[in-house]
């Protein structure tokens, strides 16, 4: 997980999921329903609906975008991780047809709160 974008009240985070395709056959994600979790605060449910080719015997790298808001977790400003989870479906097409896949990731996110408060700051300065 990365931050992109840190605006007055929210932060906006991108975070990749691996997909791997063990099978012997082509196929292809349809569309993905997710939501991220960040220490108890959720995003709204966002959907990614771009055919993603996912080759035989390959790995792919969907990045995910959320915005939180930014006070809603004073881990976000005191401390240097905070604990993450995205969770949803995702859809894939195969010769065996539409397949649905849980989405289930957790993990802990380095992060420096003092550089958030000064992007903060900046962006304040700028309206």
């Not at 994600?29 to 390959?58: A, D, F, M, N, W």
């Not at 990045?63 to 939180?68: D, G, N």
């Amino acid at each position: 997980m990365r931050i992109l974008e840190v605006k007055l009240l929210e932060v906006t985070l991108q975070s990749e999921v691996e997909v791997h395709n063990l099978d012997d056959r082509d196929a292809h994600i349809e569309k993905i329903h997710y939501q991220i979790e960040v220490e108890g605060t959720e995003s709204k449910e966002e959907t990614l609906e771009r055919r993603i080719e996912l080759l035989s015997g390959t790995t792919v790298v969907i990045p995910l975008l959320v915005t939180l808001p930014l006070l809603s977790s004073l881990r976000f400003l005191l401390f240097d991780t905070v604990e993450y989870r995205i969770w949803g479906r995702f859809w894939a097409e195969t010769p065996l047809g539409l397949l649905d896949f849980p989405l289930d990731v957790q993990g802990e996110y380095d992060l420096d709160g003092r550089e958030l408060l000064d992007e903060a700051a900046r962006t304040a300065r700028k309206l």
